[in-house]
């Protein structure tokens, strides 16, 4: 492929690919959509509206790379009837950088070899080059021009050799555009502030310090975001949800608060975090740690003996929390166990009481049509140089699932509140799955004899709860799971349709969520001054909505492949080694393989035998005397792991 004539300048910054444009004019519609990479010189533009991929030929990539979010003029051929895309605008640069292995071409110009392919093939260094790597260190390249599947740009960092700690870690994090570091305005701004809670910060709040709160957190955990303590009244249970004042100490439009909505979540891999918030303060003074005071926004519940909540009402508090407590030492307390309740006498009520209320709030939020999808999670373990060296079932204990109960009805209770007064607000909204989506869900079941014609969520809580202990429960999970709706952030109070809620946003974690911190914010600035002022955040809320969303789902896909790149570690050792596991999904080109500590490899279709045909409609690959469906167990070999991914091979 020729290089462009353009010419470029060695001590050119990257300027921005959101104006690149097309010159084909032809009658179509505007689509926007995310933008699908191949690294075979084409791509594919998947649209927001569910509906199918349209076609990207090499020249209407319009400078995307991939992951971004564009704007495209999509056309159908009027004779073959085949749809094409050309890219108009990249709305949103999700991957900013290109990250790879340092090596130099035929004609010994520096380049980087991308290690994800579907970007662009080759990336040319052709401006700025402060330090030349080694050949094969881990670099990361900040592009500017395109040329067909050829990327040029500066070369920005060098991380280092591949197989040292975190390289791998941070070869993804840079790919996503995460940093650890925060830039020098920020640290400015915790340099000169005071990490202690003052006398006049006191003044004005509700103090609880004499209540018997405590924490219950991962053992590892170090931003602690959420207390709570429950007693029995004469009508029920009070429940207290204190959650960390953060909107107090990160002002709006700061620096801090700035680069917060920049980042919009922490991102979590194993081993470590790149936190939405300057540690001194995730860590620090939000935190809300044992011992100390600790300022916070508390949602204050009265619930009768049934669970039912009879009022909520919202209120600046002032904690000191008595107990950090973990998830397992909780759930030994819970379950009865002597030398636990001995070792904790003191909390060891509150947390029976605790446990009865969670199970009442459980009961009441599945009656209602509540979906739950039990489906297995992986927990990776890491030794001290970071490599991964095993991979175990995430056990959810009773525990987990108080601390789930009360800040899902703290989440409804605010939700609630605000829908009432019509205020600007950041919901979390789960709409009920596209038709298109659930028609085939619709038609999979029927090839499985089972009869279910769709509906509300009451619907699919009864079909998932018919299938339990049924063979192919796993299956239907999964395949149910994939037809929903992705959860999202929006200004309209569309309801839950999961959790089968009517009104519902995410308050509960502003140390790691954007949207939370922005609604303290409007909920402090309620408190203080009143309906009429919060009005004000109408544009606000719009934004945050919009740019949460968009970083929620690249955080989601940097920790999946953190995960499947550490798994992939694990299985090397594996390589030869026989497994018994389960199908846990059919593509076209082969099927997916699950063992039982989660790690998935894929079964290539050619290894399965000849004339083998994917039927769409059944999710299963088919030949004559065969069938493969989600759901089948299957034994299988390690056969290879390569960039992050496992091969298996049936077993003979």
């Known amino acids: ?74 056309t159908i051929d009027p004779v073959t009837g085949k749809s094409e895309a050309r890219v108009c605008d990249v709305l949103q640069q999700i991957t900013q950088y290109v990250v790879g292995t340092y090596e130099e071409t035929t004609n010994g110009r520096p380049a980087i070899i991308p290690d994800d392919g579907k970007v662009c093939q080759l990336f040319i260094v052709e401006g700025r080059q402060s330090v030349k790597p080694k050949i094969g260190y881990k670099v990361v390249g900040l592009p500017y021009e395109r040329d067909g599947d050829i990327l040029y740009g500066d070369l920005i960092e060098v991380l280092g050799e591949p197989n040292k700690k975190s390289v791998d870690i941070l070869s993804i994090a840079r790919a996503y555009g995460l940093s650890e570091e925060f830039p020098p305005e920020v640290e400015a ?11 006049d910060e006191m003044q004005e709040r509700e103090d609880f310090r004499n209540d018997l709160v405590i924490t219950i957190d991962g053992l590892d955990a170090k931003d602690l975001d959420d207390a709570v303590s429950v007693e029995r009244t004469a009508n029920g249970y009070r429940l207290c949800v204190h959650i960390a004042d953060v909107s107090h100490y990160v002002k709006e439009n700061g620096a801090i608060d700035k680069e917060a909505f920049k980042r919009g979540t922490s991102v979590y891999f194993p081993g470590s975090v790149f936190p939405m918030l300057p540690r001194e303060l995730s860590n620090g003074i939000c935190s809300l740690n044992e011992g100390v005071n600790r300022l916070t926004l508390s949602c204050v519940m009265e619930m009768n003996k049934s669970g039912a909540l009879l009022s909520s009402r919202l209120t600046k508090g002032l904690i000191k929390s008595a107990r950090r407590m973990d998830y397992d030492t909780v759930a030994s307390i819970v379950e009865g166990d002597s030398t636990a309740r001995a070792e904790n006498a003191d909390v060891c009520e509150m947390l029976d ?10 009961s009441r939020r599945l009656n209602r049509g509540s979906i739950e999808f039990e489906l297995p999670e992986a927990k990776i373990i890491l030794d001290d140089n970071g490599k991964c060296v095993d991979v175990q079932l995430y056990e959810h204990k009773i525990s987990h699932m108080i601390i789930e109960e009360f800040m899902l009805s703290a989440n409804e209770a605010v939700a609630s509140t605000f829908n009432k007064m019509k205020s600007p607000f950041v919901y979390r909204v789960h709409e009920a799955p596209p038709p298109e989506k659930e028609l085939a869900f619709i038609d999979y079941l029927e090839t499985l004899g089972i009869d279910f014609s769709g509906g509300n969520s009451s619907d699919y809580a009864q079909l998932f709860n018919s299938i339990k202990g ?29 959790l089968s809620a009517k009104h519902y946003c995410h308050f509960t974690s502003p140390i790691r969520r954007y949207p939370d911190l922005q609604i303290h914010r409007i909920i402090s600035d309620y408190l203080a001054k009143g309906g009429e002022y919060i009005k004000r955040y109408a544009k606000i809320v719009s934004e945050s909505a919009t740019q949460s969303s968009i970083r929620e789902q690249v955080a989601l896909t940097a920790e999946r492949r953190v995960d499947d790149v550490k798994k992939a570690e694990y299985m090397k050792s594996k390589i030869g080694e026989s497994f018994d596991g389960v199908i846990s999904s059919v593509t076209e080109w082969g099927v997916f393989v699950e063992l039982p500590n989660c790690i998935e490899g894929l079964v290539r279709k050619e290894k399965l035998g000849e004339s083998v045909e994917y039927n769409e409609k059944s999710h299963a690959l088919i030949c004559e005397d065969k069938v493969w469906r989600i759901g089948d167990e299957m034994t299988v070999t390690c056969d290879s792991v390569e960039n992050g991914k496992i091969n298996f091979i049936p077993t003979n």
Do not use: C
């Open 189 to 199: 701004v915790v340099r000169n502030a005071s990490f202690e809670v003052s006398e």
């Open 1 to 74: 492929m020729k290089k462009s004539s353009k010419k470029r300048s060695s001590n050119k910054s990257q300027p921005s690919r959101k104006n690149a444009r097309s010159t084909r004019k032809s009658e179509g519609k505007m689509v926007i959509g995310t933008y699908r990479g191949t690294g075979k010189g084409f791509a594919f533009l998947t649209p927001d509206d569910g509906g199918e991929d349209y076609f990207i030929p090499p020249s209407g990539m319009g400078g995307a790379l991939n992951g971004d979010r564009v704007t495209a003029h999509v």
């Open 353 to 362: 009481v605790a446990k009865e209320l969670a199970l009442l709030l459980n």
């Open 470 to 498: 049924n063979p192919n429960e796993r299956a239907v999970s999964r395949i149910g799971l994939r037809s929903m709706s992705k959860a999202k952030y929006m200004t309209k109070d569309a309801g839950h349709f999961g």
